[in-house]
């Protein structure tokens, strides 16, 4: 996979700027995947796209990663400094949109399919719903007593919304943290949408910022600053600052 060139953190960045954390992540894995159609990639699992998103990363940035976190069990804030390859994925999964769940509980036969884009996009307009929601989307079958029903009890429901990243392997990222102040471990969701999006906006205003000064002092468009390398750009900053 081939990282993002300065131009190309702009442009991802001027695509997502003030976007819903799903909007920015297809934005970012639009990017990742530029041969595809966005229409198409919605569809694909959230592990998929995660998994697309960590090998972008990586091609980008590179392997190393850094981020602070708070304790579940006394808050207490650590920093954690780990590596792309400690999350263990297999980044050449076949499209988990087609993976499938088979659950017997309280009387019902249920299939669920794995959420996609799509589906967290419809379930988040309904902020109060959007569990409920989720769930109706992902659910590709049930049964009570051998006979297809529509109606499911909301603690079933509930219960096996739950579920649903049993069915996406990569959709539910952690990071296994030992705290220093209560010395109890534990597993901590890691979002790597949020992550490198951070990392995106921080790198285009930076860019920004350089593009700025270049310009002012020699009269250069965006698009040649741009094409200039880190160390070149990094060189006439000097210069100019100088």
């Keep these: 996979?081939?990282?993002?060139?300065?131009?190309?953190?702009?442009?991802?960045?001027?695509?997502?700027h003030g976007k819903q954390p799903v909007h920015y992540a297809l934005d970012l894995y639009a990017a990742a995947?530029?041969?595809?159609?966005?229409?198409?990639?919605?569809l694909h699992s959230i592990g998929k796209r995660d998994r697309a998103l960590l090998g972008l990363r990586e091609a980008t940035l590179g392997t190393a990663m850094q981020s602070v976190v708070a304790c579940p069990q006394c808050g207490e804030t650590m920093e954690l400094i780990f590596n792309t390859n400690d999350f263990h994925l297999d980044r050449d999964l076949p499209p988990c949109s087609s993976g499938e769940l088979a659950v017997s509980t309280g009387g019902y036969e249920l299939l669920l399919r794995a959420?996609?884009?799509?589906?967290?996009?419809?379930?988040?307009?309904?902020?109060?719903?959007?569990e409920k929601i989720l769930f109706n989307r992902c659910l590709v079958l049930a049964k009570h007593d051998g006979k297809p029903v529509r109606?499911?009890?909301?603690?079933?429901?509930?219960?096996?919304?739950?579920?649903?990243?049993?069915?996406?392997?990569?959709?539910?990222?952690?990071?296994?943290?030992?705290?220093?102040?209560?010395?109890?471990?534990?597993?901590?969701?890691?979002?790597?949408?949020?992550?490198?999006?951070?990392?995106?906006?921080?790198?285009?205003?930076?860019?920004?910022?350089?593009?700025?000064?270049?310009?002012?002092?020699?009269?250069?468009?965006?698009?040649?600053?741009?094409?200039?390398?880190?160390?070149?750009?990094?060189?006439?900053?000097?210069?100019?600052?100088?």
């Design 115 to 130: 959420p996609n884009s799509l589906d967290v996009t419809i379930a988040m307009e309904s902020s109060e719903l959007a």
């Design 1 to 16: 996979m081939r990282g993002l060139s300065a131009e190309g953190v702009l442009a991802v960045w001027e695509r997502g």
């Design 151 to 242: 109606d499911i009890p909301e603690e079933i429901a509930e219960t096996m919304a739950s579920r649903l990243a049993e069915i996406d392997p990569g959709s539910d990222i952690r990071l296994n943290i030992a705290c220093a102040s209560c010395g109890r471990t534990a597993s901590v969701l890691f979002d790597i949408a949020a992550y490198f999006w951070s990392e995106i906006e921080w790198w285009a205003k930076r860019l920004l910022g350089e593009v700025h000064e270049l310009a002012s002092a020699y009269g250069w468009s965006e698009r040649e600053i741009l094409s200039l390398s880190p160390a070149r750009r990094e060189s006439y900053l000097r210069a100019v600052r100088s």
């Design 33 to 42: 995947c530029p041969d595809e159609k966005r229409e198409a990639l919605a």
